[in-house]
Structure formats: structure tokens, C-alpha cells
């Protein structure tokens, strides 16, 4: 067995880019590792069919209740890929995953995405395939406030041969020294400022008003994400004309969250857009004529969509929440605040809206240099992963 490793992304619920940042960051780290040469597969165990656009990874949909079916959502898709993820969830439901090496002569890497809802799965798998894991949701900080948690998330991240994270709060929340710590990145190819005429025609394209002041909250509707404290926040910024724009899905899970979101912008005074989930090629002219991006999360890792903003020379108002603090430094490559607090966000935008102008633009292109950085591109994110991957092949399977 040699070559390149087949690299199997693990995710449920939805895969659809226009989502969130889980989505986005499985796509933008596959894309970088196709180019690389690595045949890369997404394996959704998910009971919905999301959004797909061509020359995206080849994303396979397995019913959880159905291991043993196929729909293969992304098409074409090679033959023996096909017959190898074919092998996967049939040898997976029977316990006999290891077949799947042998018949696809090449190596093969599971990497999973998101934690208990696959964690019987990845376990499984790991009997006879290396799995890795990059802790994005934040489930290990719930599970280690309950009584015998830290040791709970250690003995369920065991069978893991590499973990990342992108915050250190998510890496310490393992209770696992060993975890690789990585900001989330940003493609400064498709996110770069615009000239002065190009981002006002923008404006005037999506109807925003000249002398308006224009927030941009590219947030999906869920509780941690924190779109009512932003929508909250609306009736205490004392500047107007302000607009805000909310651009972010409204999650199925969370359909009182929605509807109370939506009250509370009917209800004020303020003008508001709710231009609902934009797909991340679009999204990035709304990132460029804006005035000011809200990131105005509960709970967080490195936020996309701040990178994206600061890529797009638009200055960032967010929280403190996770690993914001880790991206950003107070009044010096963003504005920062209390997380839950719409009284707080309130205070700081109208600190920031009656601030010096240049004192903002000097703070926005500092963080355009940030974003620019090694450090924050899918490239340094991708050479992590491709050390993990060939130490995890030497070490073989876990034996968990």
C-alpha cells in the first residue's frame, strides 16, 4: 500500500458552504489539499441534503439509520473512490472497516469535524484507520462542567491519532496536551479591499444610503452566535442613519431563536436588512462596502468571518468570546466587548462611531496586515494537517 492518502472529512447534520464556519473550513482545507495532490472525500452522515456547487470535494451522503447506502452528492466521482466510500459505510455498519485499506491500495486518513454526533462512527473506524480531529464545536467545554468531565473528554478523545483546534480554549478543553493549535484562515485572493469607486457603486447596488453607516452582522441564527444581542444592541446606538444588515441562515434547529431575532427587529426603530444566507463568493461584497462587521458571538473559535473582514480592510467590532481575544487586540486591530451584553455592544459601537476616523482606519489596516500573515492563511493550515496526517500513517491505527 502507497501513494498519496485518500483523506475521508467526517461531518453530519449539513454541509452546505452558506452555513457556517465548519462548512467553510472543510471546504477551503480541502481545496488547498486537492491541489497538493490529495484525493480528498467528503463523508456527510447526515438525514438532510445540503447545497453543492461544482468543483467542490466529491461529498458523499450516508443516512445514519443506513450506513450500508450511498448518495453520492457531487458527481463526477472516480471509481474506485466510489467503491472505497461504498466499502467505508458497509464495512463500517458490519465492523469491518478494515477492508477498505486493503482494496484501496492507498492510504486512507479520517478526518472528523464534529464530536459525539460521529463519535460511535469514528471510534469504529479507528479500529483499523488513523482519525483525526479538529474540535470546532465546543462540546468538550460543556461536557468539563459536569462532574468527572475533564476525565469523560479524555477517555472519548482517546482513539484519536492527532486533535486540532482553532482556539486555545477549544485545545484546553481536550485535556489532551499534545493538541495542534491553528487559527481558522482566510483566502486574501478572494478577500482584499476595494478602490473607493468600486465600494461605492457596491453601496449603491444594495441600495445603502451615502451618508448611512452600515453594520454587517455575518452571523447564522443561533444562540451562541449572538444575533439577538446584536439585534437587541439596535435601539441603544445613539448615531444615526445607521443600517444593519444581517446576512446568515436561520438554523432549523433554532426556530424560536429565529422568530425571536425577528421580533425584536420588527419591533425597532432602527433600520435593518435581514438579506439571509449569502454564498461566500457574494458575501465578500458585502464584507467590502460595509462600514463595520459585528461578530457579536456568545461562543466562538477564530471567526471566519472576522478574518474575512479584516482581509476586506472593514474594521471589526466583536466580543471576547473563545479565541476572538486570540485574533484581535482592543483598539488596535479591532474593537472589542463583553459577550451576551447588548448594552455593552451598544456602547462600544457608539465609542467606535464617534471616534476619530483616522484612529478606525489606522485600526482596520493593521488588521489587514493580520489577515494577510502566514498565520492566518488556509496554507499554514494545510501544512499542520499534512505533518499530522504522515506522523498518524507511521503510528497506523489506533488500537482504541
Not at 78 to 83: A, N, V
Not at 107 to 118: C, E, G, L, S, Y
Not at 269 to 296: E, H, K, M
Request: aromatic share 6%; charged share 20%; proline share 6%.
Amino acid at each position: 500500500m502507497s501513494g498519496t492518502p485518500l483523506v475521508v472529512m467526517l461531518t453530519s447534520d449539513y454541509l452546505d458552504v452558506r452555513v457556517g464556519g465548519v462548512e467553510n473550513h472543510i471546504f477551503e482545507v480541502s481545496r488547498v489539499l486537492m491541489d497538493r495532490g490529495y484525493p480528498v472525500v467528503v463523508l456527510r452522515v447526515s438525514e438532510e441534503v445540503g447545497r453543492f456547487d461544482p468543483g467542490e470535494p466529491r461529498v458523499v451522503a450516508v443516512h445514519p439509520r443506513n450506513l450500508g447506502s450511498l448518495h453520492v452528492i457531487s458527481d463526477p466521482f472516480p471509481s474506485w473512490m466510489r467503491e472505497s466510500l461504498t466499502r467505508l459505510t458497509n464495512n463500517t455498519a458490519a465492523g469491518r472497516a478494515g477492508r477498505l485499506i486493503q482494496r484501496t491500495r492507498r492510504p486512507v486518513i479520517v478526518h472528523q469535524h464534529d464530536f459525539t454526533a460521529n463519535l460511535l462512527l469514528s471510534r469504529r473506524l479507528s479500529k483499523d484507520l488513523p482519525v483525526c480531529w479538529t474540535n470546532h464545536l465546543g462540546e468538550t467545554l460543556a461536557l468539563r462542567q459536569i462532574p468527572g468531565g475533564t476525565r469523560l473528554v479524555r477517555r472519548l478523545t482517546s482513539h484519536y491519532r492527532a486533535i486540532f483546534a482553532p482556539s486555545r480554549e477549544l485545545a484546553e478543553s481536550t485535556g489532551r496536551p499534545e493538541v495542534i493549535v491553528f487559527s481558522n484562515g482566510v483566502d486574501t485572493n478572494k478577500h482584499q479591499p476595494l478602490v473607493r469607486r468600486d465600494r461605492e457603486s457596491k453601496r449603491r447596488e444594495f441600495g445603502w444610503g451615502e451618508k448611512e453607516v452600515v453594520f454587517l452582522v455575518p452571523r447564522r441564527w443561533a444562540p451562541n452566535k449572538g444575533v439577538l444581542v446584536a439585534a437587541r444592541a439596535l435601539s441603544l446606538i445613539a448615531h444615526h442613519p445607521v443600517r444593519f444588515v444581517f446576512a446568515g441562515s436561520t438554523s432549523t434547529q433554532y426556530p424560536d431563536y429565529a422568530a425571536q431575532v425577528s421580533s425584536v427587529l420588527s419591533g425597532s426603530t432602527a433600520r435593518s436588512d435581514i438579506v439571509g444566507a449569502i454564498a461566500p463568493a457574494d458575501l465578500v461584497a458585502y464584507y467590502q462596502a460595509a462600514d463595520f462587521v459585528v461578530i457579536p458571538s456568545i461562543r466562538e473559535a477564530t471567526s471566519l468571518s472576522a478574518l474575512e473582514a479584516m482581509a476586506c480592510g472593514t474594521p471589526v467590532i466583536a466580543t471576547t468570546a473563545g479565541g476572538l481575544v486570540e485574533v484581535f487586540t482592543d483598539g488596535e486591530t479591532g474593537f472589542l466587548c463583553a459577550p451576551g451584553d447588548p448594552s455593552a455592544l451598544a456602547q462600544r459601537i457608539n465609542d467606535v462611531l464617534a471616534a476619530d476616523p483616522a484612529t478606525t482606519r489606522r485600526v482596520s489596516e493593521r488588521a489587514l496586515a493580520v489577515a494577510r500573515s502566514y498565520e492566518h492563511s488556509w496554507e499554514h493550515v494545510a501544512d499542520l494537517l499534512e505533518s499530522a496526517y504522515e506522523r498518524a500513517l507511521r503510528v497506523g491505527a489506533g488500537n482504541s
